[in-house]
């Protein structure tokens, strides 16, 4: 058996893994029937954003709710083994506030896909839009209801 046909080939599956994972292949694709288009993992700017718009300055994380701890029923600490995961998921979190942290500072617009979310492709599809459309790049919720309010508060 030829020993760097299998190392190859796992260097790939490592790199399938964590690079193609299906909800961020599901999420390029929305975006690119969007009509929009985007460079890959772009590896100068801090976190490896998974989807950028360099000229928007506009950067799409794509999370798994687990790893990252959405809060929703998958991505809560796990009741067992604790000890283990907490500073684990407490350390990813805490490095993804720095990476937003970080872009927003170099003037980019971060928004943040949670693995979930794809799960419901109308909803998805509308974040998306209000983020990458110019609209208001908070999570969808409070981007609707900043809106209204400035809405209703403008002069007559
Ligand atoms: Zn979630």
């Known amino acids: 058996m030829d020993y760097r046909t299998a190392e190859a080939r796992s260097a790939l599956m490592a790199r399938i893994r964590s690079k193609n994972t299906g909800p961020e292949r599901m999420i390029r694709r929305t975006v690119y029937r969007m009509g ?3 460079r890959l993992h772009s590896p100068r700017l801090p976190g490896r954003p998974d989807l950028v718009f360099p000229s ?3 950067a799409i ?3 798994g709710c687990f790893w990252h701890l959405h809060g929703c ?4 600490l796990p ?8 500073p684990k998921l407490e350390a990813n979190t805490a490095r993804d506030r720095r990476n937003q942290e970080g872009l927003a500072t ?3 617009s971060v928004l943040v896909v949670w693995q979930c979310e794809v799960r419901s492709p109308e909803k998805l ?3 998306l839009e209000q983020f990458l459309g110019g609209g208001p790049s908070c999570c969808d919720q409070h981007g609707r209801e900043a809106m209204r309010r400035r809405t209703s508060h403008a002069p007559k």
């Open 106 to 108: 170099l003037g980019w």
């Open 73 to 76: 029923p998958t991505g809560r």
């Open 56 to 58: 928007a300055r506009k």
């Open 125 to 127: 599809t509308r974040k």
């Open 36 to 38: 929009y288009r985007f």
């Open 79 to 86: 009741k067992s083994r604790l000890e283990f995961w907490g």
């Open 61 to 63: 994380f794509v999370h």
